[in-house]
T-cell receptor, first 114, second 110 residues
Framework: EAGVAQSPRYKIIEKRQSVAFWCNPI?????LYWYQQILGQGPKLLIQ????????DSQLPKDRFSAERLKGVDSTLKIQPAKLEDSAVYLC????????????FGQGTRLTVV | LAKTTQPISMDSYEGQEVNITCSHN???????ITWYQQFPSQGPRFIIQ?????VTNEVASLFIPADRKSSTLSLPRVSLSDTAVYYC???????????WGLGTSLAVNP
């Protein structure tokens, strides 16, 4: 079974530039999550989708972050403009349903803002 | 939302059994206890989940006392490849937001 795919694996940008991350969840998984993980900390949920609808985006900095899952499958997370403090690993995860207590994570995208 | 407390770090040696205890005093009736493992440069990986008593799979065992206010993840005969961060979470599903703590950084030494 294919896992959660993310790209790119690494990205280095200058502050104030924009960047986008892509995620392809496990086939059939209705729920998709984007997490931000700063070095030395646990993952922090940014946004959660159920199919193509947003379930929870309470911790998403909406002035600079946006995310979409237009067809209920792939998803993109965008940062515009980036700040130094956005340097982190961005993890995508998926689960079968909203009630699932088990999520499957991708390898993440390591973003460095200089 | 239930919060968890676990040691920041632990050290062990190859071949030993490692027990990581997690405290979750405010666990709710519907909450399950879930453990994830995270290697450097990878996303977290589900290890084991339980509600009460004991759960065992090919990777680990999970011990949960009757009051469910704590739980212990047991890794038998660890190897160097078990060096990772282990996260304890309590979660009921039903669209409740998971809160991830700092986890326990386990270092297995030769």
């Amino acid at each position: 079974e294919a896992g959660v795919a993310q790209s790119p694996r690494y990205k280095i940008i200058e502050k104030r530039q924009s960047v986008a991350f892509w995620c392809n969840p496990i086939s059939g998984h209705a729920t998709l999550y984007w997490y931000q993980q700063i070095l030395g900390q646990g993952p922090k949920l940014l946004i959660q989708f159920q199919n193509n609808g947003v379930v929870d985006d309470s911790q998403l900095p909406k002035d600079r972050f946006s995310a979409e899952r237009l067809k209920g499958v792939d998803s993109t997370l965008k940062i515009q403009p980036a700040k130094l403090e956005d340097s982190a690993v961005y993890l995508c995860a998926s689960s079968l349903t909203l009630d699932s207590r088990m999520a499957f994570f991708g390898q993440g995208t390591r973003l460095t803002v200089v | 939302l239930a919060k968890t407390t676990q040691p920041i770090s632990m050290d062990s040696y190859e071949g030993q059994e490692v027990n990581i205890t997690c405290s979750h005093n405010n666990i709710a009736t519907n909450d399950y206890i879930t453990w994830y493992q995270q290697f450097p440069s990878q996303g977290p990986r589900f290890i084991i989940q339980g509600y009460k008593t004991k759960v065992t799979n090919e990777v680990a065992s999970l011990f949960i006392p009757a009051d469910r206010k704590s739980s212990t993840l047991s890794l038998p005969r660890v190897s160097l490849s078990d060096t990772a961060v282990y996260y304890c979470l309590v979660y009921a599903g039903n669209n409740r937001k998971l809160i991830w703590g700092l986890g326990t950084s386990l270092a297995v030494n030769p």
